[in-house]
């Protein structure tokens, strides 16, 4: 009625459906558990031994929680057998390029995928299921976040949630130090899952600081809170 719509990935629409006559619930797509970088720059590639006739991206950092072997510094050449270029592209079809993360994003989660990297100049074949990864932030209110706060000595921290970061941004709190946070943000992973009995790290903001006599002399930005 409003005249908005949204366009989903035909791929995404089919593993839904897939899943959702089954038994177990929806548990979305498979994440890409590192971030990476090309292989276009010449010293770069002979740094890490990268032939002429290779083409492939660097990873330089791997999610805690990823299950594949993979490890920074390796250069992944395929993935599921599709040759990666020197930029992150793929071969979708005949002339039609895609990025890399396509060939995973595109799976269930728990669907099994291959990678043949370069390590120390030798090629490794590695595979296994790659699932969603845990947030950053909480990302949803009501959901994986709520308003909560603590007070320690008169300074008020909460925790740092997506919800938050977009309604300072919107409002034009410090929009530049709240692009940085995304940028941060976004470039990051989950630390590991915690164990039994262990709580998962928090990333907390200091939002206030009441007036007391401990807190004389402390001050804050009026533009951060």
């Known amino acids: 009625a409003d005249g908005i719509g949204y366009l989903i990935p035909a791929v995404v629409c089919e593993n839904f459906l897939a899943a959702a006559g089954g038994e177990r619930p929806y548990a979305g797509v498979a994440d890409v558990p590192f971030t990476a970088r090309d292989l276009r720059n010449a010293s770069l590639r002979r740094r890490h031994s990268v032939s002429d006739d290779t083409t492939g991206i660097l990873i330089t950092k791997v ?68 699932q969603p990864l845990p947030p950053v932030l909480p990302c949803v209110s009501g959901f994986d976040c709520s308003a909560e706060y603590v007070i320690v ?58 007036a007391a006599p401990l807190n004389y002399g402390y001050s804050m930005p009026s533009s951060w809170r």
């Open 63 to 130: 999610s805690p929680n990823a299950t594949v072997g993979l490890q920074p510094d390796d250069v992944i050449v395929a993935i599921d057998g599709k040759d990666v270029g020197d930029d992150g592209s793929v071969e979708l079809r005949q002339s039609e390029l895609v990025g890399f993360s396509f060939l995973i994003t595109c799976k269930r989660a728990g669907a099994s995928t291959s990678f043949s990297v370069m390590r120390a100049g030798e090629r490794v074949d590695l595979s296994g299921t790659l």
């Open 153 to 210: 000595g008169g300074l008020v921290f909460t925790r740092l949630t997506c919800p938050m970061l977009e309604d300072k941004r919107s409002k034009g709190h410090s929009a530049a130090m709240f692009d940085l946070v995304h940028f941060k943000l976004a470039n990051s992973f989950a630390p590991a899952a915690p164990t039994d009995g262990e709580e998962p790290e928090q990333v907390l903001l200091l939002t206030e600081i009441l």
